[in-house]
Nanobody, 118 residues
Framework: QIKLVESGGGLVQTGGSLRLSCVAS????????MGWHRQAPGKQRESVAA???????RYADSVKGRFTISRDNAKKTVYLQMNNLKSEDTAVYYC????????????WGQGTQVTVSS
């Protein structure tokens, strides 16, 4: 059973950058599809970015061109580089592990808060 721990959240001004990290414990990290999701107050959780076992990436339209997901299998870590942050990016960000195509999610981290101030 894989376990996930996120870090890197914080308070940043509009236009700033943050890099989130998600470290996995357990075996076979490289076979998992990985994803980042977020949930803002009063809203449903939404998918932000995903990366498959084969390093194919997908992004929500709202973050395309600003966010980049990547993975380092040797470090069992997935990253989310967030640039040009906007106030609407404020949310709790969750890392998730799932099937190799990153379409369904089985394991979630505890979340990390990202707050973008104007």
């Amino acid at each position: 059973q894989i376990k996930l721990v996120e870090s890197g959240g914080g308070l940043v001004q509009t236009g700033g950058s943050l890099r989130l990290s998600c470290v996995a414990s357990g075996s076979f990290f490289s076979v998992y599809g990985m994803g980042w999701h977020r949930q803002a107050p009063g809203k449903q959780r939404e998918s932000v970015a995903a990366i498959t076992r084969s390093d194919i990436t997908r992004y929500a339209d709202s973050v395309k061109g600003r966010f980049t997901i990547s993975r380092d299998n040797a470090k069992k870590t997935v990253y989310l580089q967030m640039n040009n942050l906007k106030s609407e990016d404020t949310a709790v960000y969750y890392c998730a592990a799932g099937d190799s195509l990153a379409t369904t999610w089985r394991t979630w981290g505890q979340g990390t808060q990202v707050t973008v101030s104007s």
